[in-house]
C-alpha cells in the first residue's frame, strides 16, 4: 500500500513515532510524496528508511548534515536518526521512500541480524549515507524495485520485497556504495537535545509553551536551545512549534469534520488571524481553502 506524508506526530513518552510502517506480521510501507504539497517535519523512528527521487530536487537533513538530492539520487537514514525532507527553495521535487523495520530482514536470534543488521544500526557513523544516481546505480535500481514489488503487491511480492532490502542492507553493511556523512561528538550531542526537546513539543503543542520551558526538557539555556534546535532542524523551537502546530492542524482539516475554530484551538492557536496567517505561510493557503481543495480531490 502507497502513503502520503504529512507529520508524524504520535510517539511514546521517548519521543519516537509509534506510527505502525505497515503492519506487525509485516512492517514494510512506501510513500510517494511531492514536496510542493507534502511536509515532512524532523522526526525518527525505530525503523530503516530508504529515499529515492525521481523528480526535480528535495533536501533532506539527517542530524545536522542536509544534501540535496537530484532525480535518480538516494540515500539511506538508519534507525533513530532524527531527519526531515524538505523543499529546494521553489524548485521542489518528487521522492519515493520505503520504511520497513529491521526485524523484516532479522530477528535477533539469527546471523543477520548478528552479523549485519546490529552491526549497522549501531555504527552512529553511518546515521545517514547518499547514494549518487550513476556511482551507484544498482543500489539505487534496488532500491526502486523494492518501492515498485511493495506498491504493486503482486502475488508473493513479500519475497521480492524482502530481497531486494536485503541486497541493499549487505552492501550498506559492506560499506561498499554511497557515501557515509558521520555525525560529529558535538552533532550527536545537539540531535539528542533536540529530540528531548521534540518530545516536550510533542506533549504539550496545544499549551502555552515558553523557549525557557523547551530549552529546560534538555537542561540547557534558552539560547543554547536556540543554537542546537537551528543548527539541527534548520528551524529555531519557536518557530519549529508553530510549524508543527500548522501541519499537526492541516492533519485535522483533512482526517475530522471539526471546525476551523475548533481545530485551531486544539492546536495550541487562540487568535484566529494568527492562525490563518501561520498556516497561508506553510501551506500558500487559506485553512478554508485547504478543506475545500481535499474535498474537490
Known sequence: MMYQSILNVNTDDDGQEIRVHGTFAYPVACYFDDMSRAKIISHWH???ELIFVTQGEVLV??????KILHAGDACFINANVLHDVRQVKSRAGVLKSIVFHPRFIGTREDI???????????????EFIFFDAQRDSQIVSQT???WAAQAEELRGFEFDVRNFLSQVVREISSGGRGKIYS???AQLRDTERVKL????????YAEDIKLEQIAAAAFISGIEANRCFKRTTGLPPK?????????LAAERLRSTQQSISDVAAGCGFLDMSYFAKSFRDVFKTTPTDYRKNLEMI
Do not use: C, S, V
Open 46 to 48: 525505530a525503523e530503516l
Open 61 to 66: 537533513g539527517a542530524g545536522q548534515t542536509e
Open 112 to 126: 543477520f541480524w548478528i552479523k549485519f543488521l546490529r552491526p549497522l544500526i549501531d555504527d552512529k557513523r553511518k
Open 144 to 146: 526502486a524495485a523494492a
Open 183 to 185: 555525525p560529529t561528538p
Open 197 to 204: 526537546m521534540i518530545t516536550f513539543i510533542e506533549k504539550n
Open 239 to 247: 518557530q519549529f512549534l508553530i510549524k508543527y502546530r500548522i501541519l
